[in-house]
């Protein structure tokens, strides 16, 4: 009987190579396996994300055992991108071999819909593109436009409902004459009203917020076409008026005031978000009053709230815009700070504090910039005697007891620095006067003291006049030294002021 055959100890030849080319092969696929692996590891690893790893130059030994080789980084908005290329085992690269590997984890859908609304209502580069006062004033300009888009379902409904449309009192010929007439007439207004011009650029915050109110008058005046709808006409077409007036306003006032928040040439889109915003909170107001307009709400409470709401949100809204320019109310407040504290206001602090229901159509001012002859003197002896004090300036001051009023008249060759002087020398001037609170001679203290009750001296005006003559010029320069630090912009003065220029003749 023969011996079992032991294959372990076999010598066959054959069997000894299948067993050995299995072994070989099976190692090999354990090798790619393993070096794919530690391939993946190194250029999937997971970046922190307090702190993106820093671009270094290519290095051989970073995928030790893989074919891939680091090329470059890139960066998006903060994203960072990994380019790797196939080696050939040679130092050289295969062609069309890049690959493209991101070092952050996708975003959550929250995040993506959070990134994509922001792609429509804020500008490239946020915040580091605008100014911090954009934040405020996009929040209140949204507010005032929900308020304004819910008051506009009313409007509209009421309106046709007076015309006759909703209950079919009217011939339709006739209703449309109407509302062309309504149409017209508004059209006309706006023509009329822009020849404002320049006032849209020197009181522009108190132009706009005007307009906002202009916006509500008209409102209400639609509403009232409701309970007196035979005189829809005469109504609608002064609602319409108003409206268009206030429309021409927000439009003229509109660029600079996105111009003060851009930050370099990007007042296109800064634009364009502002006008976003501004029409995604209309549609959503205009959206909740189709809702609350079906449940048939009181009308005059309704437009009460929502009217108080628009002229909130738009003083707010124009509050919190900042500009670097002095008009009249911005340079009286910087002006004032200054002569009773000797420092100058921020740019925030300035802008906080100006008058916004100082509007310009407004004559009862302290200080008139740019007066006729005849309004600052009735006596010829009161102009000779201070004449000569203003021989070497462009402009000649005076003030009138009588009215309180401090006047400056522009010589025709005052340019801009000049009117800026002229203005900083008024309200020195009204400094002095309103000064006997503390304890200071002034002309008011003296009118005060005399109970005759008759008009201050010439010399006495003089004297005024003569001392504050000897403190402007150091005072000024100061002040425009202080104000260029705070970064007000003292080339453009903004101050409107009046068109007569005093021609000396001889």
């Excluded at 005006?461 to 002040?479: D, H, K, N, Q």
Aim: glycine share 6%; aromatic share 8%; charged share 20%.
């Amino acid at each position: 009987m023969p011996p079992p055959i032991n294959l372990k100890q076999s010598s066959n030849p054959t069997a000894q190579t299948l067993t050995n080319t299995t072994t070989t092969s099976q190692d090999a696929r354990l090798l790619v396996r393993e070096t794919l692996r530690i391939s993946a590891n190194l250029v999937s690893a997971p970046v922190s994300s307090t702190a993106l790893p820093s671009v270094s130059p290519p290095d051989s030994a970073s995928f030790v055992g893989s074919s891939l080789r680091l090329i470059c980084s890139e960066e998006i908005d903060g994203r960072r991108w990994n380019y790797l290329a196939e080696s050939d085992g040679f130092g050289r690269f295969k062609s069309n071999s890049i690959r493209t590997v991101s070092l952050q984890t996708p975003q959550a859908p929250a995040q993506e819909l959070m990134s994509f609304i922001r792609s429509y209502v804020v500008p490239e580069g946020f915040p580091d593109s605008v100014s911090p006062s954009y934040v405020p004033y996009m929040t209140w300009r949204a507010l005032k436009h929900f308020f304004g888009g819910a008051i506009g379902v009313f409007t509209t409904k009421t309106l046709l409902s007076s015309v006759g449309v909703a209950k079919s009192q009217a011939i339709p010929g006739a209703v449309a004459i109407n509302w062309i007439l309504k149409d017209g007439a508004g059209r006309v207004g706006k023509m009329l009203y822009s020849r404002q011009g320049k006032k849209f650029d020197y009181d522009l915050k108190q132009m706009r917020f005007a307009g906002d109110l202009l916006m509500e008058l008209g409102a209400g005046v639609e509403l009232a076409t409701a309970a007196v709808p035979h005189l829809f006409l005469p109504l609608a077409c002064a609602a319409n008026v108003a409206k268009n007036v206030a429309a021409v306003t927000s439009t003229s006032t509109r660029t600079p005031i996105y111009k003060a928040f851009a930050k370099g040439e990007n007042i296109g889109d800064v634009t364009a978000k502002g006008e976003c915003v501004g029409n995604v909170a209309d549609l959503l107001g205009t959206g909740l009053s189709i809702m609350l307009a079906k449940r048939n709400p009181s009308l005059v409470a309704t437009f009460a709230f929502l009217s108080s709401g628009y002229i909130f949100s738009s003083f707010q809204e124009v509050k919190s815009v900042v500009l670097h320019t002095l008009n009249r109310a911005r340079f009286s407040v910087a002006v004032d700070a200054f002569l009773k504290t000797g420092r100058v206001p921020s740019l925030q602090e300035g802008n906080r504090k100006e008058d916004i229901f100082n509007f310009p159509w407004l004559k009862d001012t302290p200080i008139v910039i740019g007066s006729r002859f005849k309004d600052a003197f009735q006596d010829p002896s009161a102009y000779l005697t201070i004449q000569p004090f203003f021989e070497k300036e462009r402009y000649l001051l005076t003030y009138n007891p009588s009215k309180n009023k401090v006047y400056a008249l522009l010589k025709d060759q005052a340019k801009s620095e000049d009117i800026l002087k002229a203005a900083f020398h008024a309200h020195l001037l009204l400094h002095f006067v309103h000064s006997s609170k503390n304890g200071q001679s002034s002309l008011l203290k003296q009118l005060e003291k005399d109970h005759s009750g008759h008009i201050l001296s010439v010399s006495d005006i003089e004297a005024r006049i003569a001392e504050t003559c000897r403190m402007v010029s150091p005072l000024f320069g100061a002040f425009k030294s202080k104000a260029a630090e705070q970064g007000w912009r003292m080339s453009e003065s903004l101050l409107n002021p009046g068109r007569a220029r005093l021609v000396l003749t001889g």
